[in-house]
């Protein structure tokens, strides 16, 4: 048996050397928009993993590759809204970037950059933002409640922590969060949410409005589903938008109905805007069903203004459209001169009541200072639908049976945090203001950076995680971009990974102005990173605009 693993163990070393190799001398660039030949290091490769491998007795290697001409799924008889859907924060780009960061593990040396800077997504944690250590002290103890009634517990956790954790258990069908809970979340979570909300907006809240979700996309799904009925049913998305209502109007098979931020004025939301696309969708009969409002803004940035919400308010109520505001950022704001502002609280300020307005926002714990992306809790709130149409959206929510129980219990923490006099209130203080206060200090530098490069014109971060600078792109550019039938600024992103190993996101994937161009980057790389990558941006934007300039 040794015998045998160590021959293993020598072939495993041999296959490793020859796909270094391969690696080592590709044939063509990875800057060419060219194809590959037959016979280049690709090629070579793909047939080095198909043969070395041990082979069946009946079917080859190269067939099971490559041959599905006998199974029943074909490209052209999959459901057509499936390939009208598409998701541009993890496209192609993304999917090359983690090509070549499978490259640099086998050789550290076959790329002119050592580490892939995931700048295309708002991921905190994966860029290394810690989690607080509140909110992670109450799940460990809720997912493992038997350690409560320890006394090293006491040791190793605060007090406020083990009594949040004991009160939330108390909550929980059987104690258990790998229970499944009510198909719209745990009731008492949803009451310490709603207590949340009103220590927010001063509006009180029902806990029958809250439903908890793996996260604010499925909420999305979930009203893209009531209200989508046939591709005469539009959505009114801003452009640029979050791919993610593009990608749930194009599956659920609706119309977007896009209105433009005014690039000039911050990303401002102009209601005669709304107005001009509201008709236009009509006239081509059209049923324009909601408004899609993201405020702060995704991937613009910008936060509104109280006034200009009370018109955007206004604007539904007049032309019965259901608001379906997307906060999921409402913690993200880096400027003094601008504050987050729900559209419930706008809305009840203004006069109007739970029969008045439908009214539907979006919350995550994603975002804001926490970044807990991966325990995908979130919540919607419903307000202004009659009880039978809350029914349905009920029945939908069970379909899915319930939420997963820590991203229920993190939602519950988001919305209610420690307070002063907590033992936990100074650090959790302490780690929420570092957080937020390293952000607009990242802002500002990545906005002071685009701005200084040629071409590139970005407006302030007021808000969320992103910058979305404009850049004028050289004729040749965009000639170039034409001949390989890519947009020309994804063309600037697929250079700009090849060269840096920097990942941003094109214009293109989130809606633009016809004419314009844009990139998607993400403020998240820790502050110590920023620098490097401001200095691999500027090196190559000066290359690239020499190399294509008129």
Known sequence: MRKFAAEKSRNLLAHRKIFAACLQHPTVSLNSSQKSPPHSAAALLLRFLTTTATPTPSISSDSMASDYSSTPVKIGSINPKVLECEYAVRGEIVNLA???QEDLKVNPDSHPFDEILYCNIGNPQSLGQLPITFFREVLSLCDHPSIL??????GLFSADSIERAFQILDQIPGRATGAYSHSQGIKGLRDTICAGIEARDGFP????????????????HMMMQLLIGSKNDGILCPIPQYPLYSASIALHGGTLVPYYLDEATGWGLEVSELKKQLESAKSKGVNVRALVVINPGNPT??????SNQQQIVDFCKNEGLVLLADEVYQENIYVPDKQFHSFKKVSRSMGYGEKDISLVSFQSVSKGYYGECGKRGGYMEVTGFAPEIREQIYKVASVNLCSNISGQILASLVMNPPKV?????????GEKDAIL??????AKTLEDAFNGLEGVTCNRAEGAMYLFPRIELPKKA??????VNAAPDALYARRLLNATGIVVVPGSGFGQVPGTWHFRCTILPQEDRIPAIVTRLTEFHKGFMDEYRD
Do not use: C, M, W
């Not at 006099?421 to 203080?429: A, F, N, Q, R």
């Open 98 to 100: 983690q090509k070549l």
């Open 149 to 154: 009634d320890k006394s090293e517990t006491q």
């Open 205 to 220: 809240a029902d806990p029958n409005d809250i439903f908890l979700t793996d996260g604010a996309s499925p909420a999305v």
């Open 301 to 306: 940035g910008q936060v509104l203004a109280e």
């Open 421 to 429: 006099g907590d033992e936990s209130y100074e650090s959790y203080h």
């Open 437 to 442: 206060s390293s952000l607009a200090r990242r």
């Open 478 to 483: 965009i000639e170039a971009a034409k001949a």
